[in-house]
Antibody
Framework: EVKLVESGGVVVQPGGSLRLSCAASGFTFDDYAMHWVRQIPGKGLEWICLVNWESSRIHYADSVKGRFAISRDNSKKSLYLQMNSLRPEDTALYYC??????????????WGQGTLVTVSS | EIVLTQSPATLSLFPGERATLSCRAS??????LAWYRHKPGQAPRLLIY???NRATGVPARFSGSGSGTDFTLTISSLEPEDFAVYYCQQRSDWPQFTFGGGTKVEIK
């Protein structure tokens, strides 16, 4: 069974930093691209970044480019999201998402339960 | 950015009824459109990818159709677990993936 378990969500002040983690199990982690997708409370879903299977290709949404950094450690079957210069509008539930293939074609076949990040003073 | 507009915002139906959900794209996405079901407090679930392909384990009551800018998700007979929010998502504009605003299917 595929499992994705996010952690690291807390309350942080504007301008602060945070690192989210995602522990993967139940599949060959280094065979697949991974993404982070967020959901602002009461709103829809927003894709924010992608890393391919070998970390050679990384892409970001404009809303987080230059502030967030996605990374992965295939030896630890883990995905990370380093979040810097946080803004109140970054308040959201952050999902770790598995792609259906290695390069990351944008078909999201498994999702975690999410971890809540609140940016507030 | 490709904008996806879902309609209606809310659909009120009885269990056993047929549900028809719509997703319209601001420009052609060819057939690169997916549908997800999202129940409160749970992880979203991929139902359909590339317009009409059911994901692994998805029941046959879910079907998708369309191309270009207009797409439909049909649930032939609503089960209790189907009352949820449904999102469409495009992957045509790689890697700037976008989602629709969602359709809530509620019990009438």
């Amino acid at each position: 069974e595929v499992k994705l378990v996010e952690s690291g969500g807390v309350v942080v002040q504007p301008g602060g930093s945070l690192r989210l983690s995602c522990a993967a199990s139940g599949f060959t982690f280094d065979d697949y691209a991974m993404h982070w997708v967020r959901q602002i409370p009461g709103k829809g879903l927003e894709w924010i970044c992608l890393v391919n299977w070998e970390s050679s290709r990384i892409h970001y949404a404009d809303s987080v480019k230059g502030r967030f950094a996605i990374s992965r450690d295939n030896s630890k079957k883990s995905l990370y999201l380093q979040m810097n210069s946080l803004r109140p509008e970054d308040t959201a539930l952050y999902y770790c998402v598995k792609d259906i293939d290695p390069p990351g074609s944008g078909r999201f076949d498994h999702w975690g339960q999410g971890t809540l990040v609140t940016v507030s003073s | 950015e490709i904008v996806l507009t879902q309609s209606p915002a809310t659909l009120s139906l009885f269990p056993g009824e047929r549900a028809t959900l719509s997703c319209r794209a601001s420009q052609s996405v060819s057939r690169f459109l997916a549908w997800y079901r999202h129940k409160p407090g749970q992880a979203p679930r991929l139902l359909i990818y590339d317009t009409s392909n059911r994901a692994t384990g998805v029941p046959a009551r879910f079907s998708g159709s369309g191309s270009g800018t207009d797409f439909t998700l049909t649930i032939s007979s609503l089960e209790p677990e189907d009352f949820a929010v449904y999102y469409c998502q495009q992957r045509s504009d790689w890697p700037q993936f976008t989602f629709g605003g969602g359709t809530k299917v509620e019990i009438k």
